[in-house]
């Protein structure tokens, strides 16, 4: 089914250590973006990108590296996970101008 | 990036219609006024999407006056299943280069109630 594939769903991490959030689309969409959610909030935009091999930081940057080296991936890495990582994040993509993002399940991150 | 203002909650019952008023004073020309609904432990789903005027489809209405600083989600005769929280976003993306990112409010949450 064609959508926006996160993967892992839940993942518990220790303060320090690294790990990667994948997630994957099969749209074709040039637009893709990682978003953070804390409890009773709404999103903050973390990093998103235009198109392959090119990103920027959004709001809440620190801490998130992301690359995007072909359309379908958009990986999210946390180099040195902390306590203030523990979040839900959600990958979103779209087409261009004037279409919608289509969203993730979301991975939910806790770090201890 | 254009902030929106939206009312924190609002509780509605069964079968009536739903009117959820969203402020975005700052907007840009080339803004575009997009409507999303999120339940609990799911990601954002887009429900509907305009620049002017109105804009309908199967599941809601979307009123924007003339001057664009304010529209309206219209969902008419709601169900327990569409208490949400709803958020209203301002932006564009661009064709190329650098784009103008979505920037998500805290949203309403909306309660259905029997």
Redesign the interface.
């Known amino acids: 089914n064609a959508g926006v594939t996160q993967t892992p769903k839940f993942q518990v991490l220790k303060t320090g250590q690294s790990m990667t959030l994948q997630c994957a689309q099969d749209m074709n969409h040039e637009y893709m973006s990682w978003y953070r959610q804390d409890p009773g909030m709404g999103l903050r935009l973390i990093h998103y990108s235009v198109g392959a091999g090119i990103t920027d930081q959004g709001e809440v940057p620190n801490g998130y590296n992301v690359s995007r080296s072909t359309t379908e991936d958009f990986p999210l890495r946390l180099l040195s996970a902390a306590p203030s990582q523990t979040s839900v994040y959600f990958c979103a993509s779209s087409y261009s101008k004037g279409v919608g993002y289509t969203f993730g399940s979301g991975t939910r991150l806790t770090v201890v | 990036l254009a902030k929106t203002t939206q009312p924190i909650s609002m509780d509605s019952y069964e079968g009536q219609e739903v009117n959820i008023t969203c402020s975005h004073n700052n907007i840009a020309t080339n803004d575009?006024i997009?409507w999303?609904q999120q339940f609990p432990?799911?990601?954002?789903?887009?429900i509907i999407?305009g620049y002017k005027t109105k804009v309908t489809n199967e599941v809601a209405s979307l009123f924007i006056p003339a001057d664009r600083k304010s529209s309206t989600l219209s969902l008419p005769r709601v169900s327990l299943s569409d208490t949400a929280v709803y958020?209203c976003l301002v932006g564009?993306?661009?064709?190329?280069?650098?784009?103008r990112?979505?920037?998500?409010?805290?949203?309403t949450q909306l309660t259905v109630l029997p």
Do not use: E, K, N
């Not at chain 2, 990112?101 to 949203?107: N, R, V």
């Open positions: 575009y997009t999303y432990s799911q990601g954002p789903r887009f999407q958020y564009v993306h661009h064709s190329s280069g650098s784009a990112q979505l920037t998500f409010g805290s949203g």
